[in-house]
């Protein structure tokens, strides 16, 4: 069989594309320990705000060690919105929201979950660091989608 060069050129250079997207997914998966998420919790929008899950908001450590942090986002901000957890230990952020969807993205990490009203988004992850992170809302919810932003302070681990 008679396969033109140019043809047998772009056949190899679109199947190297696809070996090398393919390996960058694994790449960031095993590197930069990316997944999609697995948490399926839901709980009601409308008594989000009062539900004893998150009657409690802000950084809470557990007797092994583990660091748990209980996020509130909203129209049009994070509460707490300035957050402070320690470095070199494992770090679970539950958020949800009471009205539209939000995004949770702790910018220069791995940690970025969308916030869907009626689920509990929930992920862990380590700060080897100390260190200053910006959290954005990456969704557009609404006029004060811009001004949505908190703090993450990354603590010398004790
Ligand atoms: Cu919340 Cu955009």
């Known amino acids: 069989m008679?396969?033109?060069?140019y043809e047998k050129f772009w056949m190899f250079a679109a199947a190297g594309l696809i070996v090398l997207f393919a390996s960058s997914v694994v790449y960031g998966a095993f590197s930069y320990a990316g997944h999609?998420?697995?948490?399926?919790?839901?709980?009601d929008p409308s008594t989000a705000r009062t539900d004893p899950r998150?009657?409690?908001?802000?950084?809470v450590e557990k007797p092994d060690g583990s660091v748990e942090v209980v996020v509130?986002?909203?129209?049009?901000?994070f509460m707490p919105g300035e957050i402070r957890v320690p470095a070199g230990r494992p770090v679970t952020f539950r958020?949800?929201?009471p009205d539209v969807i939000h995004g949770f993205q702790i910018v220069a990490s791995n940690g970025n979950a969308t916030i869907v009203p009626g689920y509990v988004s929930q992920f862990t992850t380590t700060f080897a660091k100390p260190g200053e992170y910006l959290i954005v809302c990456n969704e557009y919810c609404g006029l004060g989608h811009h001004l949505m932003s908190g703090r993450?302070?990354?603590?010398?681990g004790a």
């Open 72 to 77: 509130l986002a909203q129209m049009f901000s």
């Open 36 to 43: 999609p998420p697995s948490h399926v919790e839901t709980i």
């Open 54 to 59: 998150f009657a409690e908001l802000g950084v």
């Open 2 to 5: 008679h396969v033109d060069p």
């Open 95 to 97: 958020v949800t929201s």
């Open 152 to 156: 993450l302070i990354v603590e010398e």
